[in-house]
């Protein structure tokens, strides 16, 4: 089948303390699997549902890849759409897939590795540079990551 995007599960790094990594690539080795790669029965095995929020510290709906066409073009930071007059800019026939498997069939084969914040050195310059950011994505939608706006108020009350 001809897809127009497909959308590939992240998995979160896990933190270290160390403030100085060098080099993530070789020394985060360590990844919390995407619970929507993982049947919901399985995953509450090692995280119940009713704990509240998932474990990542981040998102985990992925990224997106899209087939390079006239009129594609970002839909936020997480998908692609189609110039078009329907309100997410996507037409009727789009198709889309998670994780490489039709809609509904999803399963982990390849992923995207998310080396969300690695040391304690890094995550500060992070948050150093991305300042006193809105509590809304791009002033619209709101950031619904909660270790994200907390980082951004601890470095801002550090200054």
Known sequence: ???????????????TEDEDVRDWFKEVTWFKVNPNSVDR???????PFEKG?????????????????????PM?????G??????K?????????????????KRAGAVVLHYINCGFLHWKRKYQILGDFSDKFFNQTKIDVPFHLKSR???RESR
């Open 82 to 87: 189609l110039a078009t007059d329907h309100p």
């Open 41 to 47: 029965d399985k995953y509450e095995d090692f995280w």
């Open 53 to 73: 929020p998932r474990p990542f510290l981040g998102y985990d709906n992925g990224k997106s890849a899209a087939r390079v066409a006239p009129g594609v073009r």
């Open 153 to 155: 108020d601890v470095v």
């Open 76 to 80: 936020g930071v997480h998908e692609w």
């Open 89 to 105: 800019g996507f037409p009727a026939n789009l198709t889309f897939e998670e994780d490489g498997m039709p809609r509904g069939k």
């Open 1 to 15: 089948p001809e897809y127009s995007q497909v959308r590939f599960l992240n998995w979160e790094g896990l933190l």
